[in-house]
T-cell receptor, first 115, second 112 residues
Framework: GAGVSQSPSNKVTEKGKDVELRCDPISGHTALYWYRQSLGQGLEFLIYFQGNSAPDKSGLPSDRFSAERTGGSVSTLTIQRTQQEDSAVYLC?????????????FGPGTRLTVT | GQNIDQPTEMTATEGAIVQINCTYQTSGFNGLFWYQQHAGEAPTFLSYNVLDGLEEKGRFSSFLSRSKGYSYLLLKELQMKDSASYLCAVREMGAAGNKLTFGGGTRVLVKP
């Protein structure tokens, strides 16, 4: 079946512009996560959605970052007034359940470059 | 919060065995995961440990000692395609749910 998809796959933007990154989780997965990964680094947790519960936003690095998940499915990560340090690969993952399941299925990521 | 440490890089020979160690400190441990990530690709799930002991899955095994805050991933009969980064991740118990905290990853290079 279809896996997690993300768009765009690559995004180059100028410093100060806003960007939107999209994630389509696996159908039926109730939990959705956003991470970012800088070159050669591990994954940094950003935000987590589980069903209709309030999202865990504890990983968002600043108030320029926000995310929504509409209808319990598609999610959009928005970065306002982008900075060069925002350049990274942004990965989305989903899992079947939030509390009990562990395995997260990752999308291919969006490579963001801020010039 | 959590602190997860794993070596940055390891080199091994095709056909050999490599052991990647991961140590962690957490206030409420609720599972440890290993992911494999090839360059330019998304991480893929390898293994999950929540109880002490060894979990074997083909050429890959993962071990956990909760009392020591320690895990390792063992890769046997190394193949060239095993060259990748291996990410250790810890799940923490709590109302926040299923959030994983990842280590920095260990880059494994398999040489002929």
């Amino acid at each position: 079946g279809a896996g997690v998809s993300q768009s765009p796959s690559n995004k180059v933007t100028e410093k100060g512009k806003d960007v939107e990154l999209r994630c389509d989780p696996i159908s039926g997965h109730t939990a959705l996560y956003w991470y970012r990964q800088s070159l050669g680094q591990g994954l940094e947790f950003l935000i987590y959605f589980q069903g209709n519960s309030a999202p865990d936003k504890s990983g968002l690095p600043s108030d320029r970052f926000s995310a929504e998940r509409t209808g319990g499915s598609v999610s959009t990560l928005t970065i306002q007034r982008t900075q060069q340090e925002d350049s990274a690969v942004y990965l989305c993952a989903s899992s079947p359940r939030g509390l009990l399941s562990g395995e997260q299925y990752f999308g291919p990521g969006t490579r963001l470059t801020v010039t | 919060g959590q602190n997860i440490d794993q070596p940055t890089e390891m080199t091994a020979t095709e056909g050999a065995i490599v052991q990647i160690n991961c140590t962690y400190q957490t206030s409420g441990f609720n599972g440890l995961f290993w992911y494999q990530q090839h360059a330019g690709e998304a991480p893929t799930f390898l293994s999950y440990n929540v109880l002490d002991g060894l979990e074997e899955k083909g050429r890959f095994s993962s071990f956990l000692s909760r009392s020591k805050g320690y895990s390792y991933l063992l890769l046997k009969e190394l193949q060239m395609k095993d060259s990748a980064s291996y990410l250790c991740a810890v799940r923490e118990m709590g109302a926040a749910g299923n959030k994983l905290t990842f280590g920095g990853g260990t880059r494994v290079l398999v040489k002929p």
